[in-house]
């Protein structure tokens, strides 16, 4: 049965409940709804949701689990000679797959019905064309045990929706037949609803939670698998970075944290000050008529793709400190330069700091600026004496908050930084990022098999680690502060 | 020089320290404080009361230029410290509130320890030449606020961490650093308990020693309690203003009786 269907039976399932609950509490009451523990509409609601969150609970889950239940079954039936040379089981599961989808296509057009369907075999004719009508192209000739698999998968899937269907209705009618029992005028459905919501707040953290959880997984899963292929001891120490799709590379991290370090520096070092003084003055100078224009034109800036950013760092930021700067002082002769990347990055963070900054000073209550400006105090004496130190630990946190976007900024990088992994002090030399090469080492046609691309996952670990010990430096930063000020 | 200042002090202890005349205040296009004239005597107590919304803390607000840091706001008439105009252009907003200090209704002490909350008058005004006078400034800043004894010991934790009547006691600590001659207090016992309240009370009394204060309460009893004299306020007009006896014994308007006796607020 098709899922939107049973979605309608389980939620008429559940309307009825909603129907029968009021009434049921009604006729409990003798008709008086003042007689009822809760107002009667929580009766009829407490019903809906028993009726239906359980069922469509185990719908969502059953449809999670069941590919990959079926598909651990069909597999085992595929011998490892049925594996063409250089496949891999994944592609010949996917081909089982087209198959079955063909098969339904071809039974539901009428081509062919369940039982020749059951005595056809792999070297038929008859059925290279049903399956080439219903869409479906053969790519090698078709082994029996694939076409099998084929034919289980299917009568897999039928079974399994038809089981589906039966417990999803099921869930819903016990649901609503025991919840309705519990009806009466004394039951506290306000309660019991109450229960729900917070159930209901509780399982969309989780969500968010166990996302995290997942990500982190599997990228500790690849770099472990990284590590079995390539030493630990030579990813961190060694101080080269050149990769060889032949083999024999070398996968030192270091020029590449080297490089996302620099940038992020030269882009915060222009970003901070700027930034915090536009907040400065947004809050405590500007008048509010220009400061209803000035914040959404700052964060216009926020708005721009990061390709744009890019861009401007290729063609504009990068020949003008070329020419202008790195030439004349004899510093280098690359467009593509640490400096031009981490200048278009600043101000690409500009507005993220700014704009949070802008609010937490905004959040320093009144009283204290008042307190500040009776003793007479200037107005930047109030800023930097008292309005700074009391929002400074917002301040951190948004400055490292705008830190962690810049490690992880990848277009500008890209365009205005180059691709040359090096170690070098020198602001305009070209240097790279963790995030530009685990583009560079992901894009083309490879396979997650060697060293050279499984590295991306370990990039992309250490990246994670490291936004993460950010984090939690601003945290405690942030608490320290808050001891010392609260 | 300093004998003749403190000799004519005492000789004119009661002269007007404060003169305001047809003072009109204007939030946009509300009229706020309507035609007041007050004259504030040195060294007393002046209380404003009134029902909320009367334009008290507003009058009192003018007497520091504070309503200056509101943009909407205008302030129109002519207010006077010792025969100077404060709202002249020469006079420097700033240098101003350096002489007529203010407490608000809640505690509002700096994000700093206790000794930097009481040192941040004197030093951003540079009132004292090294460490030690800071020292001392501090110190007496704090005794003038009865709060010496029990924060000697911790100067350097937070003025946050104090309790509210404690933190109220701090704000005038600082508010006094700066040696004014003028205190403004909005409220200042609103946000704390009787104990605390009597305290501060207490402290006001004393402070009528060496400066003059104006205090704008909702609380008719401390008004006597605290105050010399008196002045009414009714939706922006002074009503009445003199000697706190005779307000509270034998008002003129009947508007004060109604107030005082409970009818009107």
Known sequence: ?486 | MEDMRLADRTASARENKITARGVQVYYGTNHAIKDVDVDIADRTVTAFIGPSGCGKSTFLRCLNRMNDTIPICRVEGRIEIDGEDIYDKRVDPVQLRARVGMVFQKPNPFPKSIYDNVAYGPRIHGLTRNRAELDEVVEKSLRRAALWNEVKDRLTSPGTGLSGGQQQRLCIARAVATSPEVLLMDEPCSALDPIATAQVEELIDELRENFSVVIVTHSMQQAARVSQRTAFFHLGNLVEFGETGQIFTNPRDPRTEAYITGRIG
């Open chain 1, 1 to 486: 049965m098709n899922i939107a269907v049973l979605v309608l039976i389980v939620l008429a399932i559940s309307a009825a409940g909603y129907v029968l609950g009021r009434h049921r509490a009604l006729s409990g009451a003798q008709g008086d709804r003042r007689n009822l523990h809760s107002l009667i509409g929580y009766y009829g609601q407490t019903v809906f949701l028993f009726a239906s969150v359980p069922a469509l609970f185990l719908l969502a889950v059953w449809l999670f689990l069941q590919p990959m239940l079926i598909e651990a079954r069909v597999g085992a039936m595929i011998q490892p000679s049925d594996i063409p040379e250089g496949g891999s089981a994944t592609l010949v599961m996917s081909d089982v797959r087209r198959l079955a989808e063909g098969l339904d296509a071809a039974i539901a057009s009428g081509a062919v019905t369940e039982e020749a369907l059951a005595g056809l075999q792999a070297g038929d004719a008859e059925l290279g064309s049903l399956l080439s009508d219903a869409g479906v192209a053969l790519g090698a000739e078709l082994r029996p045990n694939v076409l099998e698999a084929a034919k289980a998968y299917r009568s897999d899937s039928h079974g399994a929706r038809l089981a589906l269907t039966a417990a999803v209705i099921a869930v819903s009618l016990v649901g609503a037949l025991l919840s309705l029992l519990r009806v009466s005028p004394e039951y506290r459905a306000r309660n019991v609803f109450e229960r729900f919501v917070l159930a209901a707040l509780i399982a969309s953290s989780l969500v968010a939670v166990l996302t995290t959880a997942g990500i982190i997984a599997s990228l500790l899963f690849e770099s472990i698998h990284f590590f079995q292929l390539y030493p630990a001891k030579d990813f961190f120490l060694s101080l080269t970075w050149n990769p060889q799709f032949r083999g024999g590379s070398d996968l030192g991290i270091w020029p590449l944290l080297w490089g996302t370090l620099y940038v992020s520096f030269v882009a915060l070092i222009f970003a901070v000050p700027v930034g915090l003084l536009i907040a400065i003055y947004l809050s405590e100078y500007a008048s509010k008529r220009l400061r209803t224009f000035a914040k959404p034109a700052i964060e216009i800036l926020a708005g721009i793709p990061t390709i744009v950013y890019g861009l401007f760092a290729l063609i504009t930021v990068g020949p003008l400190l070329r020419d202008y700067f790195a030439q004349p002082l004899g510093l280098g002769t690359s467009s593509a330069s640490v400096m031009t990347a981490g200048l278009v990055m600043g101000i690409m963070l500009i507005p993220f700091v700014s704009s949070l900054s802008d609010d937490i000073i905004n959040a320093v209550p009144q009283s204290l600026r008042d307190g500040s400006f009776a003793i007479g105090a200037t107005q930047s004496e109030t800023v930097r004496q008292v309005i700074l130190p009391a929002a400074l630990p917002g301040i951190v946190g948004a400055i490292l908050l705008a830190a962690s976007r810049a490690i992880g900024e990848t277009m500008i990088v890209v365009m205005g930084a180059g691709a040359a992994a090096k170690l070098d002090l020198n602001p305009f030399q070209a240097m790279t990022t963790i995030t530009v090469k685990i583009v560079s080492q992901l894009t083309g046609d490879t396979e997650f098999a060697s060293p050279e691309t499984l590295v991306a996952f370990a990039l992309g670990m250490m990246l994670f680690l490291f936004t993460l010990v950010l984090n939690v430096l601003a945290l405690v930063v942030v608490r320290k502060y808050r001891e010392q000020y609260e």
